[in-house]
């Protein structure tokens, strides 16, 4: 493709992600927006997913295209959707490409001959020894991102031998300044949740799934409440398969009508500064974007001392081990007793690791320096 403003020829960027629920679109936004000022376009892709206006606005791309398959249509060889990326590629001079998650990795590897970058976001994905064998096969194009140096330790775990610049980190980010344009008041907040304006409120938000564990969380706060502000509460943003069993697991423990099941909210992030504090009790988180969110409001951060949310809080809050109850409920009680002094402290805190750890503007640089050493991408 030329340039029509110089006449030379426009250096591209593909970005094929499986689709644009839950977090993924964002994971889109941060990575095009590496290339601000760069001189490359992007073209992001979605496998999945009808067209929206908001996804191609959200994307922060220069073109964005959806390919509308349903998931049960990319399984197996997927040779359509690579038929259709070769297509793609005709006619523009792209340079590399960026593969959130592994079967968009996959098909960009049999679709093109260019240089991959394979971001990953979860545990073992390479426990499967189908899949080992297969990526073994591109290691001298293929440089694999980690959201979290938990996640890249699994997959050098997982595939001995690699160099380890092929397998290096790169964090999750968010555009601060967006997501605290916003965010409601307090006040604003604790009446769209319908939650008392004067009381103490943990906040989680979250899957009802094991992968969350909040049947510990409901075990510590009911163990913590005696020592918690009266009229404390626990607020449970999200929804799933585990809610009729965490209801019930509150009603056995006496704690019913301090555990509020908020359902799932839309936009949820807006509402964050309706906590007091924040918890995420997950047995093995890869990362934690509501972590960065509840940061982004000025939450203080309790976690689990495990997976990704470990390397987010060390130094900003307490952590605890995972599924270990009374420590939870020592923290939670700790917590409660937070000066306005120590809150506005752990805001700083939070906002000088947010803008040194979790914006584009600061992993941009980390992000060329990655492709750079690992000898992938000229």
Same mark, same amino acid.
């Given at each position: 493709? /030329?340039?029509?403003?110089?006449?030379?020829? @426009?250096?591209?960027?593909? @970005?094929?992600?499986?689709?644009?629920?839950?977090?993924?679109?964002?994971?889109?936004?941060? #990575?095009?927006?590496?290339?601000?000022?760069?001189?490359?376009?992007?073209?992001?892709?979605? $496998?999945?997913?009808?067209?929206?206006?908001?996804?191609?606005?959200?994307?922060?791309?220069?073109?964005? =295209?959806?390919?509308?398959?349903?998931? &049960?249509?990319?399984?197996?060889?997927?040779?359509?959707?690579?038929?259709?990326?070769?297509? =793609?590629?005709?006619?523009?001079?792209?340079?590399?490409?960026?593969?959130?998650?592994?079967?968009?990795?996959?098909?960009?590897?049999?679709?093109?001959?260019?240089?991959?970058?394979?971001?990953?976001?979860?545990?073992?994905? #390479?426990?499967? @020894?189908?899949? /080992?064998?297969?990526?073994?096969?591109? /290691?001298?194009?293929?440089? =694999?991102?980690?959201?979290?140096?938990?996640?890249?330790?699994?997959?050098?775990?997982?595939?001995?031998?690699?160099?380890?610049?092929?397998?290096?980190?790169? #964090?999750?980010?968010?555009?601060?300044?967006?997501?605290?344009?916003?965010?409601?008041?307090?006040?604003?907040? /604790?009446?769209?949740?319908?939650?008392? #304006?004067?009381?103490?409120?943990?906040?989680?938000?979250?899957?009802?799934?094991?992968?969350?564990?909040?049947?510990?969380?409901?075990?510590?706060?009911?163990?913590?409440?005696?020592?918690?502000?009266?009229?404390?509460? =626990?607020?449970?943003?999200?929804?799933?398969?585990?809610?009729?069993?965490?209801?019930?697991?509150?009603?056995?423990?006496?704690?019913?009508?301090?555990?509020?099941?908020?359902? @799932?909210? &839309?936009?949820?992030?807006?509402?964050?500064?309706?906590?007091?504090?924040?918890? $995420?009790?997950?047995?093995?988180?890869?990362?934690?974007?509501?972590?960065?969110?509840?940061?982004?409001?000025?939450?203080?951060?309790?976690?689990?001392?495990?997976?990704?949310?470990?390397?987010?809080?060390?130094?900003?809050?307490?952590?605890?081990?995972?599924?270990?109850?009374?420590?939870?409920?020592?923290?939670?009680?700790?917590?409660?007793?937070?000066?306005?002094?120590?809150?506005?402290?752990?805001?700083?805190?939070?906002?000088?690791?947010?803008?040194?750890?979790?914006?584009?503007?600061?992993?941009?640089?980390?992000?060329?320096?990655?492709?750079? &050493?690992?000898?992938?991408?000229?």
């Amino acid at each position: 493709m /030329r340039s029509e403003a110089d006449g030379t020829t @426009q250096p591209w960027v593909l @970005q094929l992600c499986h689709g644009y629920d839950g977090p993924f679109l964002d994971c889109a936004r941060q #990575y095009a927006a590496l290339f601000v000022g760069s001189g490359y376009k992007v073209c992001t892709v979605y $496998l999945t997913g009808a067209p929206r206006n908001d996804v191609v606005g959200g994307s922060a791309s220069d073109e964005v =295209l959806f390919l509308g398959y349903k998931s &049960e249509d990319i399984r197996g060889l997927k040779l359509n959707a690579i038929r259709r990326i070769r297509d =793609l590629l005709r006619g523009r001079d792209f340079q590399f490409c960026i593969a959130h998650r592994f079967k968009p990795i996959y098909i960009s590897l049999l679709a093109t001959s260019l240089p991959v970058i394979g971001v990953h976001h979860a545990f073992g994905v #390479y426990k499967r @020894q189908i899949r /080992r064998w297969f990526i073994r096969r591109f /290691r001298s194009r293929l440089l =694999l991102l980690g959201v979290s140096n938990a996640v890249r330790e699994d997959i050098r775990h997982c595939l001995p031998g690699w160099d380890r610049t092929g397998i290096a980190t790169l #964090y999750n980010r968010i555009d601060v300044a967006a997501v605290q344009a916003v965010q409601v008041s307090r006040q604003q907040a /604790r009446d769209h949740l319908g939650l008392p #304006y004067d009381t103490w409120v943990v906040g989680n938000v979250g899957r009802l799934h094991p992968d969350k564990d909040q049947a510990t969380l409901i075990r510590g706060f009911a163990a913590a409440l005696p020592e918690l502000p009266p009229g404390s509460v =626990l607020a449970i943003m999200g929804k799933g398969r585990l809610e009729r069993e965490l209801k019930d697991l509150a009603a056995r423990l006496g704690v019913a009508e301090q555990v509020l099941f908020l359902g @799932q909210v &839309e936009d949820g992030k807006r509402y964050f500064k309706a906590f007091d504090v924040f918890a $995420l009790t997950s047995d093995h988180e890869p990362f934690g974007m509501v972590l960065l969110e509840a940061m982004a409001a000025g939450v203080p951060l309790i976690s689990t001392d495990c997976g990704g949310a470990k390397e987010i809080v060390t130094g900003l809050g307490p952590l605890f081990p995972w599924g270990d109850v009374q420590a939870l409920a020592t923290v939670l009680v700790k917590l409660s007793g937070m000066t306005d002094a120590d809150v506005l402290l752990a805001r700083q805190r939070m906002a000088q690791r947010l803008n040194e750890c979790y914006i584009d503007d600061v992993v941009r640089p980390l992000f060329f320096q990655r492709l750079q &050493e690992s000898g992938r991408v000229s």
